[in-house]
């Protein structure tokens, strides 16, 4: 692989996660931010999945970090959850991009779980209010919404 593709791949991961971010900052009325999934895990998932060199658990932790900063909330609380689902990720990225587009849909959703499972884990631990079962909704949602991911940003890349 030549430079100019690694430093294009680099580029292309960090602009996707980057507007991912921005996506979770869009206000909502209170009824449909619920429904938001976590666009930047759906990213980071996505990333460490199919191109596991370029997207790892670096973006992973890094664009946590930018969650926690962005969103007021524990520093580091989104960071470690962000890694441990960008090494899941990459742990299994073989193993998930042989299986078809419905099982993977149930991959992301056990990823999802994990990640909102460790969340509200870390918030009961440090003292903050823990929610309602509407906390898991955007897990499904986000499971249901991995075609739609795959499909736009897998014509941002090709598959090496």
């Not at 899941?88 to 073989?94: C, E, F, Y």
């Not at 918030?123 to 929610?131: A, E, F, I, R």
Request: proline content about 6%; glycine content about 8%; hydrophobic content about 55%.
């Amino acid at each position: 692989m030549s430079l100019r593709k690694t430093r294009d791949s680099y580029l292309l991961v960090y602009g996707t996660v980057f507007i991912a971010l921005l996506l979770m900052l869009v206000p909502l009325p209170r009824f449909l931010s619920v429904l938001r999934p976590s666009f930047v895990a759906l990213a980071i998932l996505y990333w460490s999945t199919m191109s596991p060199r370029s997207g790892g658990i670096l973006v992973g932790f890094l664009a946590g970090l930018m969650l926690d900063l962005l969103q007021g909330s524990l520093l580091g609380e989104h960071a470690l959850a962000m890694s441990l689902l960008a090494y899941l990720a990459v742990r299994l990225h073989l193993m998930t991009r042989a299986k078809p587009i419905f099982e993977q849909g149930l991959l992301v959703l056990i990823s999802l779980l994990l990640y909102e499972g460790l969340i509200w884990a870390i918030d009961g631990w440090s003292g903050h209010p823990l929610n309602s079962w509407l906390r898991w909704l955007p897990c499904f949602i986000g499971a249901a919404s991995w075609p739609v991911v795959v499909g736009l940003l897998g014509r941002l890349h090709s598959p090496r």
